[in-house]
């Protein structure tokens, strides 16, 4: 288990790698990789380059249990739950370079270690139902795992940015390449591009039929037919590098300078949440 104590920071940092705990100047946040939700308190939280953070105030973000470990593949997958990927901090030249899967039951204070330990490198995790999808930026392949993620089963080969899938739907995930929308009704293990749909980086599939996306410029996509016919929502102030829909009116996203943006209207429009200060 991974413990420490808390920091609080006001400025995201970019570039670098994960150096363990805080010792000396605070690194910031680093890219925002995720975004989410814990249900057990409505608390906001960041997985970033340089640790996982709690939102305190429009300004400030408290470190977890004051860890710097980059955070890959952030999913809420409960309350105080949560699933994610990326590097330790350990700077050990015998530490192992990817976390694999990791899980908390204590909103992040402390993880355990669930599987592919030193192997996996999760870009993306997706919950759908009992099906958990991961797609292993190491292979190059999206997994399933109908085990919480002890074992997986390997799938297609894609280039994949983001996924979305609802547990309406287990065997069906949704991924964003940098060719286009694409969808597998098979778990993952074949996929085909969705005809007509706008160039997304991300995605979420917040109820069944409900798809809702951001556009490499910064426009909010959404269709209601699983795809078949897209309208324009709001437009973000920059292009996401994190998206999630907490429902399918409450969205959250990150762009590139750490902001991080609310809707409450399906993406309509978007209202700061968060912004590092400038020091």
């Known amino acids: 288990m991974l413990t420490g104590a808390t920091a609080l920071v006001t400025v995201a940092a970019c570039g670098g790698q994960p150096q363990g705990s805080v010792h000396g100047p605070d690194p910031g946040i680093g890219h925002i990789h995720g975004l989410g939700v814990d249900p057990s308190d409505g608390a906001v939280y960041l997985a970033g380059h340089y640790g996982l953070f709690k939102v305190e105030s429009g300004t400030a973000a408290e470190r977890v249990a004051g860890r710097i470990q980059d955070h890959m593949g952030f999913t809420v997958a409960g309350p105080k739950t949560f699933l994610a990927s990326g590097h330790p901090g350990d700077p050990s030249p015998d530490a192992a370079p990817h976390l694999g899967l990791i899980r908390s039951d204590d909103a992040g204070r402390t993880s355990t270690t669930v599987s592919e330990a030193g192997t996996a490198d999760f870009h993306a995790l997706q919950l759908a139902g009992d099906a958990l999808y991961g797609f292993d930026s190491q292979s190059q392949r999206l997994r399933r795992s109908t085990d919480g993620g002890r074992t997986w089963t390997e799938g297609a080969e894609e280039e994949v940015i983001d996924l979305a899938a609802n547990p309406a739907l287990p065997t069906s995930v949704y991924a964003t390449t940098p060719q286009g929308l694409k969808v597998s009704g098979s778990g993952g293990m074949e996929f085909e591009e969705v005809a007509g749909a706008p160039l997304l980086t ?14 490499a410029d910064g426009r909010i996509h959404t269709s209601r037919n699983g795809g078949r016919t897209w309208q324009d929502g709001g437009t973000l102030p920059g292009r996401a590098v994190a998206f999630t829909a907490v429902d399918p009116q409450r969205l959250l996203a990150a762009i590139e300078d750490g902001t991080v943006l609310e809707s409450k209207d399906g993406g309509k429009s978007f209202a700061v949440i968060f912004r590092p200060a400038s020091g």
């Open 202 to 215: 991300h995605a979420e599939q917040p109820a069944k039929d409900l798809l809702i996306g951001s556009g």
